[in-house]
């Protein structure tokens, strides 16, 4: 009876063992905004405790917020791709000319607002078009940011003669072609630099969407946000993109692989669309009424009609960079167009 004993805890102390040498991996995820960020709370830290708790404790999360790890926003792809994060969460657009085929889902009026409405539309156009914008990493998530509206200080923006003379901050090349169609002035600028340049007068306002106007405090320093009407097509969208290097991927054991793969792709995005309509709708619910601009349909048409000839431009230089644009605009349309 003492020797069987004794060979139950002799088991039992190497079953302990073996449970304790199992490696524990630490993925370093970074992205640009604070720790405050909805996309930190109610995303990045919920995934990384799943990813967590399915694999009893073996993969964890070291999260790096505001360009902790150097650097700045228009780095973070590179040092996904290059190992100095293992995960970033960034704006492909940030990084200049490397996500070309990406950017269809950027161009002026193309996405319904929301981003349970616009995220599978973004998925979808990134399998069947933008793979290859993507070589060398492992794709997580590609979503979008819910849409723009405009929040000025001191104008108020009901009209294309509102915009005229206006100098606003654009987060991308698209959106800084919309607003320069709609006769503004664009500035181009991360969303960390919004709030200090419009209290300074450098720029009067920005197109941005309502999930960065609490972490910034944008709502601080504009007194005007200006929306469309409802059921109609964003100004303009920031793709968001969760990247992994593609080494440190494969790298792992396979069952930690199949983890993440499982909480990745459409479910991942699913988990962004979720938090990101929430906090959307919380933005906007605390903002005065008497702050809030509806754009009528007269002027949202007249707005469309300006902005029209970018679209057909950007086909025309992604053309001359070797890509068919016609062909990527045309199938970002279509998407767009079955999913109304």
Known sequence: MKMSKLAVLLAAACVSSAALAEPVYTLK???????????????????????????AGRLKCQLYPSMQLGGTPAK??????????????TAPAYSAGKFPRIEAMELPFMLPAGAKASNPIIWQYYEQYARDDFKGYKVLSIHGDGGMDIHTRGKTVASLDDLKNLKLRASSRTAAKLVEALGAAPVSMPPA???????????????????VVPPTKLDEVTDHHSSIPAGQPAFSYTVLAMLM?????NSLPEDLRAIIERNSGPTLNERFATAWDSFLDKARNATPAAQMVAIDESAYAAMRQAAAPVAEAWASEASDKGLDGKALLEGARSLSTQAR
């Open 245 to 249: 290097n593609e080494r440190k991927f």
């Open 76 to 89: 973070l792809a590179d040092m996904a791709r290059n190992g100095v994060a293992d995960i970033v969460w």
């Open 29 to 55: 995820v970074a992205h640009f905004l604070p720790a405050n960020s909805n996309a930190q709370r109610n995303i990045i830290e919920p995934w990384c405790q799943q990813l967590a708790s399915e694999s």
């Open 193 to 211: 630099q919004m709030t200090e340049s419009i209290s300074k007068g450098v720029v009067d306002g920005a197109l941005a969407s309502w999930e």
